[in-house]
Nanobody, 121 residues
Framework: QVQLVESGGGLVQAGGSLRLSCAAS????????MGWYRQAPGKQRELVAT???????HYADSAKGRFTISRDNAKNSEYLQMNSLKPEDTAVYYC???????????????WGQGTQVTVSS
C-alpha cells in the first residue's frame, strides 16, 4: 500500500525558513508529478508548487522567489524549502504525488496526512 508521509513543519517567526519533506513508501513502480498544496483555516486547499519527474517546476505566485521544490527520485521523496516566511503562509501543507503502484499497475493520486506550518509575526 502506497503512503506519503510529510515531515518538517513547525512554528517559525516571520522571515524564517522551514524545509518540508515527503517520502513515498510501499511497492511503487514509478512516481510522476509531485507537488505541495496548503490549506489555511477557512480557506480552500491551494497549489503551492509542483515538479515533474524530469524536474520541471511550477510555482504559485505566492511562492515564487521564496519557495523551492525539489525531488530525489532515488528516494521517492520531494522537498519544499520555504524561505522568507510570512504569517499568511500559515497553513497545513500537504504533499501530493501521482504514483504507479505495483499492486494495481494503475496511476493514482496520493496525498500525505499534512503537516502544520505556523508563522508568527
Amino acid at each position: 500500500q502506497v503512503q506519503l508521509v510529510e515531515s518538517g513543519g513547525g512554528l517559525v517567526q516571520a522571515g524564517g525558513s522551514l524545509r518540508l519533506s515527503c517520502a513515498a513508501s510501499g511497492s511503487i513502480v514509478s512516481i510522476g508529478a509531485m507537488g505541495w498544496y496548503r490549506q489555511a483555516p477557512g480557506k480552500q486547499r491551494e497549489l503551492v508548487a509542483t515538479i515533474t519527474s524530469r524536474g520541471i517546476t511550477h510555482y504559485a505566485d505566492s511562492a515564487k522567489g521564496r519557495f523551492t521544490i525539489s525531488r530525489d527520485n532515488a528516494k521517492n521523496s520531494e522537498y519544499l524549502q520555504m524561505n522568507s516566511l510570512k504569517p499568511e503562509d500559515t497553513a497545513v501543507y500537504y504533499c501530493n504525488a501521482g504514483v504507479l503502484p505495483a499492486a494495481t499497475l494503475k496511476w493514482d493520486d496520493y496525498w500525505g496526512q499534512g503537516t502544520q506550518v505556523t508563522v508568527s509575526s
